[in-house]
């Protein structure tokens, strides 16, 4: 079980309580391969809001929930009084009332804290412009089915120090994973939160993508431009931050690439690469439902 009543970042699980959550989500993936589903979450409701659109993280948390027995109710924030200016506070105790967790994608990160603060109930960050905690659950499940093990491991990040570049330096510090980050300068991830994760592995940052690819196990990157971004920063990262198969070379030949989509071929991945054979991206989308299920299980909802 993980202590914390909420998961916005990921930094709100120990170590102990991620592994165990990636390890109970392999689980539970083998037993639904084998036709087994367990009401593990029955009768329990999951309130949905997404302030932003999405295709993995609401399928696969409505499924999610279906397959444990409960139930899920999808709100665009446009479908709430909170787009007719109720508060936060207010929409947090109301939903508290009626549903067993809370997940919710939003642009400030201050929102979805706020829902948490006034929630007697779990809430689950599925995006901010700052963090996506759950993608890197998927990712670090996905890393250790296909390599085995966690702690040792070199990830390279390449292109934007973005809000998945955040949760991802969390995780991969907590759980040993070590990381080389390649970004412009002016799209560096987090300052504060790089020294933080630094004093658990080493976190490199440059400003040269080969340099960070070098011996990489697991390659990693994500659209330059996020949901809450303009257009015109995709220029700073062009060509110069593209993964092709000229980088993927610099990296180990057992590399794996990751993306967690959706993704813009040709911009941040060229076609050959995201389409081929060391791309891991389809396991990684699906295990963002044995994930999150074995999050929400390892809650106190
Ligand atoms: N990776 C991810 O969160 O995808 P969606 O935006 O489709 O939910
Ligand atoms: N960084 C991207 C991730 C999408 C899943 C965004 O925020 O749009």
Not at 1 to 30: F, G, P, S
Not at 173 to 192: L, N, Q, R, Y
Not at 229 to 235: E, V
Request: charged share 25%.
């Amino acid at each position: 079980m993980i202590k914390a009543k909420d998961v916005l970042t990921l930094d709100e699980l120990d170590k102990k309580e991620l592994t165990q959550t990636i390890d109970l989500a392999i689980k539970l993936k083998k037993e639904l391969n084998k036709g087994i589903t367990k009401p593990l979450l029955k009768n329990k409701t999951l309130a949905m809001i997404f302030q932003k659109p999405s295709t993995r993280t609401r399928i696969s948390f409505e499924t999610g929930m279906f397959q444990l027995g409960g139930h899920a109710i999808n709100m665009s924030a446009q479908d709430l009084q909170l787009s007719r200016g109720e508060s936060i506070e207010d929409t947090a105790k109301t939903l508290s009332r009626y549903v067993d967790v809370v997940m919710a994608r939003v642009y400030d990160h201050s929102t979805i804290q706020s829902l948490a603060e006034n929630a007697s109930i779990p809430v689950v960050n599925g995006l901010s412009n700052s963090y996506h905690p759950c993608q890197i659950l998927a990712d670090l499940m996905t890393i250790k089915e296909k390599k085995g093990r966690l702690d040792g491991l070199k990830l390279a990040w390449i292109g934007d120090g973005n809000n998945v570049c955040n949760s991802m330096m969390i995780g991969c510090s907590k759980v040993g994973i070590s990381m080389s980050i390649a970004t412009p300068k002016e799209f560096t991830p987090d300052s504060s939160l790089v020294k933080q994760c630094k004093k658990l592995v080493d976190i490199d940052l440059t400003q040269d993508p080969s340099k960070a690819a070098k011996d990489a196990d697991v390659l990693v990157t994500d659209t330059f431009v996020s949901i809450h971004d303009k257009p015109s920063r995709l220029r700073k990262f062009l060509p110069k931050y593209q993964v092709n198969s000229k980088l993927m070379a610099r990296a180990n030949k057992s590399c794996i690439f990751m993306h967690c989509l959706p993704a813009k071929r040709d911009q941040e991945v060229t076609s050959d690469v995201i389409d081929g054979p060391q791309s891991v991206i389809w396991d990684e989308a699906e295990n963002r439902l044995h994930s999150q299920k074995a999050l929400l299980v390892s809650l106190r909802i």
